[in-house]
């Protein structure tokens, strides 16, 4: 049955603001609202005002961690409710929500990594963040090999006592033993870039020209 008109919500568009992740460029973008609601945006949460292809929008700076991220489109979506605006906020941009379970936090991690690599400007920068990654006990890739492990020893053990053709399994063994190879070797890229310091560049000016030879000395007049 269709609702009646009189029934339907109505939305006063200056009042509705939206702040959401853009899929395409994961910038943290701000949609709608009226001049009052992009100072809010812009004093609150760290905004900057851009030009859009029909109005006006914000988004956060693109250089920004992802958890600074949050923080400052959660306080702007706070002020702006505050302020009397209909927000959407993002779940996964609301750091006061109710936990979104193991898998966001993780994939927010990773955002955040890529962040930082994309910001990373020296060598020193990239050993940090590939240790952070192959650390022996707590980085990104031993903790997949471990779960890749886990996986294949649980999988290989149902299919062999189900009487099964084991080759999948083993298949994941040889591609996680890969994996565990290549993880040793970013460590090994990783002590190269922790070792290297930038090389001194020869000063820019022109180049001075060689030392003239000394003149022969003139013959005695006699």
Known sequence: MTPRDEDEPVFYDLN???????????LVLAIGGDPRAAGILQTVGGFHSAP???REYHRLPHHLPVEE????????????LLAGYSV??????NTLATPDGDRQA???????????ARAAET???VAVLLAEITAPEEGVLPQLVRSLISTWATWGERRREAGLDEEPA????????SLSNHARRITLIRDQAARRTPAHRAPSGPAAAPPSASPAPSARRR
Request: hydrophobic letters at 30%; charged letters at 30%; glycine letters at 6%.
């Open 69 to 80: 991220q949050r923080h400052g489109a959660t306080a702007a979506a706070h002020a702006l």
């Open 106 to 116: 993780a994939r927010r991690y990773l955002d955040g990594l890529e962040s930082r």
């Open 52 to 54: 859009g292809a029909a």
């Open 16 to 26: 509705y603001v939206t702040i959401t992740r853009d899929p395409r460029t994961q």
């Open 170 to 177: 083993d298949q994941l063994m040889e591609t996680t033993s």
């Open 123 to 125: 060598d020193r920068d």
């Open 88 to 93: 959407h906020l993002d779940p996964t941009l």
